[in-house]
């Protein structure tokens, strides 16, 4: 007697081995990634390497010290902040120097290309954290030194030719960065805690 034993047929795996292919295709082109945070910069061209150093000094004056601390405590010339959207006002009172006084920046004539003699400020934003500071304090407190030095830039532009600094042509932008330059200085992060 023959046994009637029915062989169960085999799933043919090429088609499903196609059929994940296909799937991880798909899914890696409609995936988005997380954008990591940043701060955007240009940084200055390199130096001749025939240039030699200058040591140079700085008037007292004409820096604004913003530090923040370990505990994300923001200081700006020597006074406590309880949020960095305090800065704006700070930043561009010390740039304007609108009193004239002898403890804000001072003032230097330059002759810009395009467009003639200018008043420009000598101060300089001199910006320092601790290592322990997070990184969302960090970039607050960045993005308020640059949005007030973008406000004056843009006071700067209507005053001269009635349209904001973004809405200008390449060479009125770089008359503005010239006569509103974004002087800001940053140190190394320090560790308050070890001396």
């Known amino acids: 007697m023959a046994s009637n034993k029915k062989k169960t047929p085999e799933i043919n795996g090429g088609s499903m081995a196609d059929i994940s292919f296909l799937m991880l295709i798909f899914f890696l082109m409609v995936t988005t990634m997380d954008h990591e945070k940043g701060i955007a910069r240009r940084?200055?061209?390199?130096?001749?390497?025939?240039?030699?150093?200058?040591?140079?000094?700085?008037?007292?004056?004409?820096?604004?010290?913003?530090?923040?601390?370990?505990?994300?405590?923001?200081?700006?010339?020597?006074?406590?902040l309880s949020d960095a959207s305090q800065l704006d006002e700070i930043?561009?009172?010390?740039?304007?120097?609108?009193?004239?006084?002898?403890?804000?920046?001072?003032?230097?004539?330059?002759?810009?290309?395009?467009?003639?003699?200018?008043?420009?400020?000598?101060?300089?934003?001199?910006?320092?954290?601790?290592?322990?500071?997070?990184?969302?304090?960090?970039?607050?407190?960045?993005?308020?030194?640059?949005?007030?030095?973008?406000?004056?830039?843009?006071n700067f532009a209507m005053q001269n030719w009635g349209k904001k600094y973004e809405d200008l042509d390449d060479a009125h932008q770089k008359i503005v960065r010239k006569a509103v330059p974004q002087s800001i200085s940053e140190s190394e992060p320090v560790n308050v805690g070890k001396k």
Do not use: W
């Open 43 to 80: 940084l200055p061209p390199m130096p001749n390497k025939d240039q030699k150093a200058e040591d140079m000094k700085v008037n007292r004056r004409n820096i604004l010290e913003v530090k923040i601390s370990s505990g994300d405590r923001i200081f700006a010339g020597g006074e406590y």
């Open 91 to 154: 930043v561009i009172n010390f740039f304007t120097n609108p009193n004239n006084s002898d403890k804000l920046p001072s003032f230097k004539t330059k002759n810009i290309e395009g467009f003639g003699e200018c008043r420009v400020s000598e101060g300089v934003i001199s910006l320092q954290n601790d290592r322990a500071t997070h990184y969302d304090i960090y970039l607050r407190v960045q993005n308020a030194l640059v949005r007030a030095i973008n406000t004056l830039r843009d």
